[in-house]
Nanobody, 123 residues
Framework: QVQLVESGGGLVQAGGSLRLSCATS????????IAWFRQTPGKEREFVTG????????SYADSVKGRFTISRDGAKNTVYLQMNSLEPEDTALYYC????????????????WGQGTQVTVSS
């Protein structure tokens, strides 16, 4: 059973923007910290950004600082990833994940995963 559902991926030119959404149940949303990871073929899944369950703290990978913004909407049980100034290197399958450890960067610390949404940035 899919616990998290990502959407918003697509094809965009370099310099463009996309907003990803991660929708989940109220129980999972309220009890967990949420993060976005991304993965390209042949590489390990890497941490992109995370937000604590009270929205008090966020963390970003150095490669996306200043370009990506994570936020969460309690009324909609949804976490957003606003991606600006996209680069071809941002091309990947983006996953959202939920877990108890605030701002964890390790995939094994997350209990719930979505199926991913593809982001492709053309040069």
């Amino acid at each position: 059973q899919v616990q998290l559902v990502e959407s918003g991926g697509g094809l965009v030119q370099a310099g463009g923007s996309l907003r990803l959404s991660c929708a989940t149940s109220g129980l999972i949303f309220s009890a967990n910290n949420i993060a976005w990871f991304r993965q390209t073929p042949g590489k390990e899944r890497e941490f992109v950004t995370g937000i604590t369950r009270d929205s008090g703290r966020t963390s970003y990978a150095d490669s996306v600082k200043g370009r990506f913004t994570i936020s969460r909407d309690g009324a909609k049980n949804t976490v957003y990833l606003q991606m600006n100034s996209l680069e071809p290197e941002d091309t990947a399958l983006y996953y959202c994940a939920a877990g108890p450890n605030p701002l964890a960067t390790t995939t094994t610390l997350y209990n719930y995963w979505g199926q991913g949404t593809q982001v492709t940035v053309s040069s």
